[in-house]
């Protein structure tokens, strides 16, 4: 088999991942990302036992158990660029020999579930609700330099999106659905709906401080579009990525979002805090049983 070059995957002094500085014992296969380096702990505060704690730059992992559940927690830090790399190097951890550097014959599914906050881009989803991403739009570049396919109904949605907000001068919008088999996992007290993921909080988000924006109707046109069933919940800057890079190397992944804000009725959440724990507790609770 073709070894991978030094160059290619970077494998630190201790046998870990370069980034995420992390061994593949390290790591379960269930993992939770966060945003934010100082959430993990918020998440691992909850678990029965920690095995593992490791740390570099912005990415910041815990493993442990809840019950008999074993999870782990990382950081990415903000945005697809990040994404990048930290999913590459999970699924290098499950998925490439580090000792020969090849591929392992028997494949690993992580399941891989985004903890994070998000806008509402709906005036019936209120700030401190959660939101489950049935499927992702990216308004980022990131998969357009990766070979992939869709679906037929990702084909679908994304044809109607591109006629629907035309923002052909400035990206190419890409498509990919959540894992079917999570996404049933979170119903109760749960909205469900289409995520569109923005490379940037301010003017990619439709956000005016001293700069005009290229395309001023962006939060009508998404908050317009709709597909059958489906319309576009909310946005964030994480999900289109961790969808398109997690189903292309067949993990399962779902993007759970606390509403921390609602562009349409121009609410903020009062405790945004407490709106994550929420979600980090019920998103525990169902791991758990499973």
Partial sequence: MNQIAASELIINSRGAAYHVNCRPEEIANTILTVGDPDRVKEVSKHFDKIEF???HREFVTHTGYVGNKRISVTSTGIGPDNIDIVLNELDALVNIDFETRTLKENLTSLKIIRVGTSGSLQAAIPVDSIVASTHAIGLDNLM???R???NDEETSILQAF???????NITKPYVFGASPALLKEFVADIHHGITVTCPGFYAPQGRVLRLGLAQPNL????TSFSFGNHCISNFEMETSAIY???KTLGHHCLSLSAVVANRISKEFSKDGNAAVENLIVKTLEVLGRG
């Fill in 144 to 146: 357009h330099f990766y």
């Fill in 219 to 222: 939060i009508d046109s998404l």
């Fill in 53 to 55: 704690i490791n740390s």
């Fill in 244 to 246: 398109g890079l997690g």
């Fill in 162 to 168: 591109a006629t629907h907000a035309q923002m052909d």
């Fill in 148 to 150: 992939f396919s869709n």
